[in-house]
Antibody
């Protein structure tokens, strides 16, 4: 059974940083691209970043490019998102999800981790 | 970036009624890359439809998807109590994914 478990969220001041993790099991992690998707309170879903199975290619939404860094450790079956220079508008639940290629839909999601940016 | 606009924002219906949800894209989307999700409060999204019209594993046949180009539709033929939720469309293109803002289906 595929399982995704996010952690690392919390309350942080504007300008602060966090490292989000997504621990995975039940599939061959290194064979799959992975993504992060967030959802601000009362808002729709927003894709923010993706990484190839090898980790050699990374992609970002304009809203986070230059502030967030996606990475993975295939030996630990874990996905990461380093979030820096946080703003109030980054407050959201952050989900990791697997994009199933080649149709690029998300069939498996974690339960999410809450990030709150506030002074 | 392709923008997806869903309508209506909220749909108030009774159990047993038919729900028709719209997803309009700012430019043409490949049907292969159009998906629909259901989300309930405090839960992660659940895949319903992929490839515009293919039901995901375990999804009841009262859910159906259709459309092409810039106009896509999710239809729930007869609403069950567990179907009251928020529904979002999603597309992939140009090395990025975008979602619609969601349609809330609420009990009338």
């Amino acid at each position: 059974e595929v399982q995704l478990l996010e952690s690392g969220g919390g309350l942080v001041q504007p300008g602060g940083s966090l490292r989000l993790s997504c621990a995975t099991s039940g599939f061959t992690f290194s064979s799959y691209a992975m993504t992060w998707v967030r959802q601000a309170p009362g808002k729709g879903l927003e894709w923010i970043s993706a990484i190839s199975g090898s980790g050699g290619s990374t992609y970002y939404a304009d809203s986070v490019r230059g502030r967030f860094t996606i990475s993975r450790d295939n030996s630990k079956n874990t996905l990461y998102l380093q979030v820096n220079s946080l703003r109030a508008e980054d407050t959201a639940v952050y989900y990791c999800a697997i994009p199933y290629l080649p149709l690029n839909y998300f069939d498996h999601w974690g339960q999410g981790t809450q990030v709150t940016v506030s002074s | 970036e392709i923008v997806l606009t869903q309508s209506p924002g909220t749909l108030s219906l009774s159990p047993g009624e038919r729900a028709t949800l719209s997803c309009r894209a700012s430019q043409s989307v490949s049907s292969s890359f159009l998906a629909w999700y259901q989300q309930k409060p405090g839960q992660a999204p659940r895949l319903l439809i992929y490839g515009a019209s293919s039901r995901a594993t375990g999804i009841p046949d009262r859910f159906s998807g259709s459309g092409s180009g810039t106009d896509f539709t999710l239809t729930i033929s007869r609403l069950e109590p567990e179907d009251f939720a928020v529904y979002s469309c999603q597309q992939y293109g140009g090395l990025s994914w975008t979602f619609g803002q969601g349609t809330k289906v609420e009990i009338k």
